[in-house]
């Protein structure tokens, strides 16, 4: 890669959250570096999700996601979102968690939520792709400050890149 690209987007520190879903009875969820509104009337959200996990393989069945915003203080969800794979371990296990009317789940220990209904997916090679949605719902306990990127680069993911599924 670019240094100067590299540079760029080290400055960035984007915020982290956690995407849900769920399909055929099988609930995902990772830690999303990449993501942004994307429309304002009418209310858009997009995140993209690594090729690499059990999330991204689960949400080609779901059309429906929730994005759970993280705090300062939430870094042991990102932790355990974010270092552990969804193939080898039940990532809801001891969550208080809710499952919204699709089956989506909702963390209750983090109520700065967004439900979300796809509008669409975009593969264009890389090691992620880009789920476009509709906001069906936002749920909101204040003003917060975000758990960032640089708060959370000593953890190691679940997945590197490299292990992006082929066929799905």
């Not at 796809?118 to 975000?146: N, Q, Y």
């Amino acid at each position: 890669m670019d240094a100067p690209f590299d540079t760029l987007m080290a400055s960035l520190d984007p915020p982290l959250v956690v995407v849900t879903t769920a399909a055929e009875g099988t609930l995902a969820g990772c830690v999303v570096g990449f993501h942004s509104q994307s429309s304002i009337d009418a209310e858009g959200y997009s995140f993209w999700l690594s090729k690499a996990n059990h999330t991204y393989r689960t949400s080609l069945r779901s059309g429906h996601f929730a994005v759970h915003f993280l705090a300062e203080h939430d870094l042991a969800l990102a932790e355990r979102f974010g270092t552990q794979s969804g193939e080898d371990v039940d990532k809801f296990d001891g969550l208080d968690v809710d499952l919204d009317e699709h089956g989506v789940p909702m963390i209750r220990d983090c109520p700065r939520q967004i439900l979300l209904d796809r509008v669409a997916v975009l593969d264009e090679g890389g090691d992620h792709v880009c789920i476009t949605t509709r906001v069906r719902a936002a749920e909101a306990d204040g003003p917060f400050t975000p758990l960032r990127l640089s708060q959370a680069d000593h953890l190691d993911p679940g997945h590197a890149a490299e292990e992006r599924a082929v066929s799905p």
